[in-house]
């Protein structure tokens, strides 16, 4: 009987895999429902970068006493795109700009609990994109 259990068990977790192509449910939640998704007018800091695979990836800031206010992104990339975009925006939303330095790829990783290996780059792609626009904001401040 613990044969079959184990059998049904790993049928269905094969199926789960092929249904989300291998990404966890926070990652396919993330990526097929995304937040934070959009553009904000006169944002506080902005960057826009085009990854080696092609996709783009912005993101924009608005930022009141050193607090990530609003953070939103777009992005013509796919779902894994979304889901490290995604991410990092609800990372950092209200979170002090200095603390949000700790943003990067192995922490958006860690949040949707890893993507596939061939889309980590995805999650690279939207924390230098975020750097950026933390580096605009700081540059726009200082002037």
Same mark, same amino acid.
Do not use: W
């Given at each position: ?43 506080? !800091?902005? +960057? ?5 695979? /092609? ?6 800031? &608005? *930022? #009141?006493?050193?607090? =990530? ?15 490290? !975009?995604? +991410? ?5 939303? /209200? ?6 330095? &700790? *943003? #990067?790829?192995?922490? =958006? ?17 939207? +924390? ?13 401040? &200082?002037?």
């Amino acid at each position: 009987m613990a044969d079959e259990e184990e059998i049904k068990k790993e049928m269905l977790d094969l199926l789960m895999e092929k249904i989300t192509g291998g990404l966890s449910e926070k990652a396919y939640d993330y990526g097929y429902n995304p937040r934070n998704y959009g553009s904000l007018d006169s944002p506080d !800091g902005y +960057a826009k970068i085009t990854g080696p695979c /092609g996709d783009t990836m912005e993101m924009f800031l &608005k *930022i #009141n006493n050193d607090k =990530i206010d609003d953070i939103t992104y777009t992005t013509d990339g796919c779902v894994t795109s979304h889901a490290a !975009g995604t +991410a990092a925006t609800v990372m950092a939303k /209200g979170k002090p700009v200095r603390e949000c330095i &700790k *943003i #990067n790829q192995s922490a =958006i990783l860690e949040h949707l609990d890893g993507l596939p290996e061939d889309s980590e780059h995805c999650a690279l792609l939207v +924390a230098k994109t975020f750097h950026s626009a933390l580096r605009n904001y700081a540059v726009g401040k &200082k002037r």
